[in-house]
Nanobody, 123 residues
Framework: VQLQASGGGSVQPGGSLRLSCAAS????????IGWFRQAPGKEREGVSC????????YYADSVKGRFTISRDNAKNTVSLQMNDLKPEDTAIYYC?????????????????WGQGTQVTVSS
């Protein structure tokens, strides 16, 4: 069971990036999936999550209206479209999965983690 995050990079403020979380060994649509980030010197925070059942979503207040999480079950991926990026979005972004429960559990307990992908927003 593996998760792999990709799509990070360096962009200027106002730019966009699309992160992708791919799975091997299991199908993502059976799990709540989330994106978390950790900036230097800061605690890890939940950025956005999508449930396994009804497609409900969660966004941190700091990214609402700018980030969109979605599933592509055919490709077994979960993506995070990030628009209007700001310097404070700079962090290592990780995807994670929760085997049980929904978004509320995922924000607290993560059963599987992917490796991080660096996002840098700077002029």
């Amino acid at each position: 069971v593996q998760l792999q995050a990709s799509g990070g990079g360096s962009v200027q403020p106002g730019g966009s990036l699309r992160l992708s979380c791919a799975a091997s060994g299991f199908t993502l649509d059976r799990y709540a999936i989330g994106w978390f980030r950790q900036a230097p010197g800061k605690e890890r925070e939940g950025v956005s999550c999508i449930s396994r059942s009804d497609g409900s979503t969660y966004y941190a207040d700091s990214v609402k209206g700018r980030f969109t999480i979605s599933r592509d079950n055919a490709k077994n991926t979960v993506s995070l479209q990030m628009n209007d990026l700001k310097p404070e979005d700079t962090a290592i972004y990780y995807c994670a999965a929760s085997v049980l429960g929904g978004i509320a559990r995922l924000l607290v307990v993560q059963d599987y983690w992917g490796q991080g992908t660096q996002v840098t927003v700077s002029s």
